[in-house]
């Protein structure tokens, strides 16, 4: 049995190595970029970056910390590998490199968070949820949520057996059937 979550056509493989871009060599000194100094903007279909005059193309972003502080210490990668620094806080750049910045993050961290729990289902070992999303319905499929899931106080992030990832901010603000249909299984 096999459910398409909408992130992969049917028959889609998954493509080979790490989901997030990292570095190829590890940096030796811990660099902070000056907001001041910043200039992210969209060039073709990449991003690119200024720093005190420096073109950087096809840069990568990593957020370090995506659960706790998706908005601040976002690392970027130059197009060889490098970390070119850090960037402290999204907000402290100037709106067009903020609105860069974050259509970047967004078209590379799609993590869809969970508003509704319609039905789940236990089938041989496996849980079949049917949910309504922040990008729309989804149908998936979770092995053993009580080893897989990460508590983080009132948030729950989980993975299906595909490896997409799911978002629930605040356990407290679902509906109670979907609030009691999360508890059993996770």
Same mark, same amino acid.
């Given at each position: ?20 871009? #990292?570095?190829? @060599? #590890?940096?030796?000194?811990? &660099?902070? !970029?000056?907001? @001041?100094? /910043? &200039? *992210? ?16 193309? %096809? ?5 370090? *910390? ?23 806080? #999204?907000?402290?750049? @100037? ?5 860069? !910045?974050?259509?970047? /993050? ?8 969970? #508003? ?10 496996? +849980?079949?949820?049917? +949910? ?6 989804? &149908? *998936?499929?979770?092995? %053993? ?18 490896? %997409? ?5 605040? !356990?407290?603000? /679902? ?8 508890? &059993?299984?996770?």
């Amino acid at each position: 049995m096999h459910f398409w979550h909408g992130g992969r056509p049917p028959g889609g493989a998954p493509k080979p190595g790490p989901s997030i871009p #990292l570095p190829k @060599e #590890l940096s030796t000194e811990f &660099r902070v !970029l000056k907001p @001041e100094a /910043l &200039r *992210f903007f969209r060039e073709g279909g990449s991003l690119g970056l200024e720093v005190d005059g420096k073109i950087y193309e %096809n840069v990568k972003v990593v957020p370090l *910390f995506p659960l706790s502080d998706d908005e601040g210490w976002i690392s970027v990668i130059d197009e060889d590998g490098r970390e070119i620094g850090i960037v402290e806080r #999204l907000r402290s750049l @100037e709106p067009e490199s903020q609105r860069a !910045l974050r259509e970047e /993050l967004r078209k590379r961290y799609v993590v869809p968070r969970i #508003l509704k729990v319609r039905s789940c289902r236990e089938h041989f070992g496996l +849980v079949e949820w049917e +949910v309504e999303t922040d990008r729309g319905p989804r &149908r *998936f499929l979770t092995r %053993n949520l009580r080893e897989t899931a990460q508590r983080m106080g009132v948030r729950l992030m989980f993975s299906d057996v595909d490896g %997409n990832r799911y978002d629930v901010p605040d !356990l407290r603000a /679902l509906d109670p059937k979907s609030r009691a249909l999360i508890e &059993r299984y996770s």
